[in-house]
């Protein structure tokens, strides 16, 4: 029985160390797999029926239970808590503890799946040996259909992948920083092929089971929820233009589903990195998904969001709007005859919008009314549309003009976390 508590203790102990030093990976939502209960097991990933999509304000997922196997780690990357050099506790748990946790928490319904990294414990293939092991014995022995995240360690061998991808719901490989002199100099000991290597070995079997999908009656399923990377903003010299580039050429090149952005946070006073206090704003973590949103939804390139004229993102303004104001030969669109791809490029009207309108002017033109019903933000639209009714600004005005009068008329949440005025109180 003491023998019991003891262990019981020393688990708990772990959890509040190796949950803690997860919080940096911000890559866990759930989307996209539709994993049905079938074998009278336990959970399910069924879209409506097990998964449910639970996010913090800042859009963080919490409804995994999100623990590293380990904090140990044989690398000394410069901007990570769980780097080599520094002077924290460590703790790992053993594949037995995971699946009981995973189990036990889903159990009494505080989790809807798992989402597991890691540090590395003496190589890549041993550390991904024991995240593979945990998914196997969820899935084959528990029956377990809840949702599983794994991160994919740089490096593993193709075979571990391959494993992998059979019990995980979605994989992930970090790219950690966003450009090579970057990695070069936080993490010289990690080379950026390693990363590219298990990415290109996911995206080649998932598009070639996709098309063994197409003539065979039975494939085996195969991270149903694709890969995802994610990339550390702000820890090393690189601009917004540097970072949506390179998220632009990965969605193309390795069919991601997602790419996540995660703000440096202060950790070391190593002089290659941002000084303690200076956090990255999350301000800027919520543009650049904003330009993400934009090219994947939207019809946006990376091009045209931002180049060497304009290598940040508008602190101010949002991508859409930005880009909006210049190019504003392209506006005012009307309503009631546009291409639909470029209405969605006209600020204050989202997708949603767009396929009311699209559906809707087939039956009779559209006025300000109606657009203001379908969910029209017609402070920021008026500017850059016309209707039936005409344009409802006749001013000539300049983009300046424009951007300072939908500033006075709007307030961002964000708006604290970005001023430049210094608050006393």
């Not at 949103?293 to 859409?320: I, S």
């Not at 949440?413 to 608050?423: A, E, R």
Request: glycine letters at 6%; charged letters at 25%; a positive charge.
């Amino acid at each position: 029985m003491a023998k019991a508590i003891v262990m019981q203790e020393r688990v708990h102990e772990k959890l509040s160390i190796l949950a803690d030093a997860a919080k940096y990976d911000v890559s866990c939502a759930s989307s996209g797999s539709d994993r049905k209960n079938t074998n009278k097991g336990l959970g399910n990933a069924h879209p409506g029926m097990g998964i449910c999509h639970s996010y913090t304000p800042d859009g963080r997922c919490i409804s995994l239970l999100k623990i590293l196997l380990t904090n140990h780690c044989i690398y000394d990357c410069a901007y990570c808590v769980s780097r080599k050099s520094n002077d924290i506790k460590r703790a790992a748990f053993t594949v037995q503890e995971v699946v009981d946790l995973t189990i036990n928490f889903y159990r009494r319904n505080y989790i809807e799946g798992l989402f597991l990294s890691s540090g590395i414990f003496k190589d890549p293939d041993y550390t991904m040996e024991r995240l593979v092991r945990i998914a196997k014995d969820l899935r084959t022995i528990h029956k377990f259909n809840g949702y599983i995240h794994l991160k994919a360690i740089p490096g593993a061998s193709d075979e571990l992948m391959r494993e992998a991808g059979m019990y995980a719901d979605r994989l992930s490989v970090n790219l950690e920083l966003p450009t090579e002199e970057g990695l070069k100099l936080l993490a010289p000991e990690k080379k950026r092929a390693d990363m590219i290597q298990p990415m290109n070995y996911l995206k080649n079997e998932i598009i070639r089971l996709d098309d063994e999908r197409k003539v065979l009656k039975k494939v085996p399923i195969f991270v149903p929820a694709g890969q995802s990377t994610q990339v550390i903003v702000g820890a090393g010299k690189e601009t917004d233009k540097d970072i949506v580039h390179l998220a632009s050429r990965f969605y193309q090149q390795f069919r991601l589903k997602r790419v996540y952005y995660s703000g440096y946070v202060p950790i070391s006073n190593d002089v290659r990195l941002p000084g303690l206090g200076h956090q990255v704003p999350m301000l800027r973590e919520n543009r650049l998904y904003q330009a993400d949103w934009l090219m994947r939804f939207y019809g946006f390139n990376a091009q045209e969001l931002l180049d060497d004229a304009h290598p940040h993102l508008d602190t101010e303004v949002d991508p859409k709007l930005s880009w909006a104001l210049r190019n504003l030969h392209f506006f005012p669109v009307d309503i009631n005859i546009a291409d639909k791809m470029l209405i969605a490029r006209v600020p204050g009207i989202g997708m949603n919008s767009v396929n009311k309108i699209i559906s809707a002017r087939t039956f009779n033109a559209l006025g300000w009314d109606q657009l203001q019903q379908m969910g029209v933000q017609l402070n920021r639209a008026k500017y850059f549309i016309t209707c039936k009714k005409g344009a409802m600004e006749k001013k000539d005005f300049t983009a300046e003009q424009i951007r300072r009068q939908i500033l006075h008329q709007s307030h961002s949440k964000y708006t604290k976390l970005h001023s430049s005025q210094l608050s006393l109180f």
